[in-house]
Every structure is written in C-alpha cells, then in structure tokens.
C-alpha cells in the first residue's frame, strides 16, 4: 500500500545526544516535510524540500537538520542544539504538481520523542 | 500577525448533536484552506476549500469558505462517538499547492454516548 512510513513510534533521548527520525513515502511525491506538534500550539513547519538534494527552513528550523538524497526518505535529525526537544513529529509529504492544481498533505503516523 | 486561529479550543457533545467548529484567518495571499482530523496519530485529509462561499460535503461533514470575513466553518450533523478528534484547520502560503501550510491549534471535541 502507498504511504508514508515513520520510525521509530516512540523514542527516549538523553540531553546532549543528537537522534534522528525516519520518514519514508511510497507516494512518488517530489514535496516532503516535517512539522512538530505541540499541546494548544497545533503543527508547526520545522523543514521542508521540494525537490531531492534541496530543502528550505520551515519555522522552528533551530536545532534541526535534514537530508534529501532519496526522493522517498527525508530524515529528521534533533540536535543537542533543540532547547525543547519534547513532542510530537510529523512528517508529511505532497505532489508539488502544476499550479493550478490543489494538493493536499499526507500525514505520517508520528513518532513521539521525549528527552530523558 | 499571520496566523490561523480555531475556535472553541474543546468542545463536549453528545451523540446526535449538530457542532460547527470555526476557523479563522488573517492574510488572503493564499491559494487553499484545508481541515484535517486527527484521531491518534497521523491527521488525515477531510476537505481543500479555494473558492468562496462553496460548501464542501462529505456524508455528515461539511465545511463552507468566507474569503471577505476570512473565515471557515466546519459544520458535523449528527454526532458519534467516532467523530471524537482533534480537528485541525490549516492554510496555505502565497500561490503554492504544497503542503507548506500555517495551522491552528486545533479543536478537541469529544463526543459523549
């Protein structure tokens, strides 16, 4: 079945230690994306890319790196640099398609990350 | 301020009651409006609203777009216990069709047997 895959669906870190999230699509989509999710803030866009080998800074980038080397997989990583590494991670992806037309995103399961 | 801003923030219901969730909006350089549900883990898509005043309708859902107000509603008839979600509300940035999108904080409505 086509989707989007996260991994792992929980994942404990100690402070200082950098972590990365997995996110893999069978969708053959050229966008992807990763927000986080907070209690009361809804999503929150930290990184996205339009295209294989190129991504751009989403809102909240500080402390967060990514890699697009794969036009399936667009991987997370949390740094020691992330002040509040505590929540909820999404990745989601998209058809960029022609301009006129209206793409919505498709949603990954999530994983949660908790800093211990 | 640019932001998207959803309304009540929780609701409680019971089954067979009417809700109509708001969401409302501050620029108008965008290309869409989505409403997504979420019930554990991933949101999945319910409606893509670009055109004003035309009622999107999905079974018991609907959902109607104010380009002049800036404003969505997201109207749910007849309640179940399954419509118990977090709904959350999003807009696109500027021309694009991606998923780049600005959301609310989403609405938590519980439904009650």
């Known amino acids: 079945d086509g989707g989007i895959t996260q991994s792992p669906k929980y994942l404990f870190r100690k402070e200082g230690q950098n972590v990365t999230l997995s996110c893999e699509q069978n969708?053959?989509?050229?966008?992807m994306y990763w927000y986080r999710q907070d209690p009361g803030q809804g999503l929150r866009l930290i990184y996205y890319?339009?295209?294989?080998?190129?991504?751009q800074k989403g809102d909240i980038a500080e402390g967060y790196s990514v890699s697009r080397e794969k036009k399936e997989s667009f991987p997370l990583t949390v740094t020691s640099a992330q002040k509040n590494p505590t929540a909820f991670y999404l990745c989601?992806?998209?058809?960029?398609?022609?301009?006129?037309?209206?793409?919505?995103?498709?949603f990954g399961q999530g994983t949660r990350l908790t800093v211990v | 301020e640019d932001k998207v801003v959803q309304s009540p923030l929780s609701l409680v219901v019971h089954e067979g009651d009417t809700v109509t969730l708001n969401c409302s909006y501050e620029?108008?350089?965008?290309?869409?409006l989505l409403w997504y549900k979420q019930e554990k883990k991933a949101p999945t898509f319910l409606f893509m609203l670009?055109?004003?005043?035309i009622e999107k309708k999905s079974g018991r859902l609907s959902s109607i777009l104010d380009k002049k107000e800036l404003f969505s509603i997201l109207n749910i008839t007849a309640t179940q216990t399954g419509d118990s979600a977090i709904y959350l509300c999003?807009?696109?940035?500027?021309?694009?069709?991606?998923?780049?999108?600005?959301f609310g904080q989403g609405t938590t409505l519980q439904v009650k047997p």
């Open positions: 670009t055109s004003s005043g």
């Open positions: 989601a992806s998209s058809s960029t398609g022609v301009p006129t037309m209206n793409t919505e995103a498709f």
């Open positions: 969708l053959n989509h050229d966008a």
């Open positions: 999003a807009r696109g940035r500027g021309s694009s069709n991606t998923g780049k999108l600005i």
């Open positions: 620029v108008t350089n965008f290309r869409s």
């Open positions: 890319s339009q295209i294989v080998n190129d991504f």
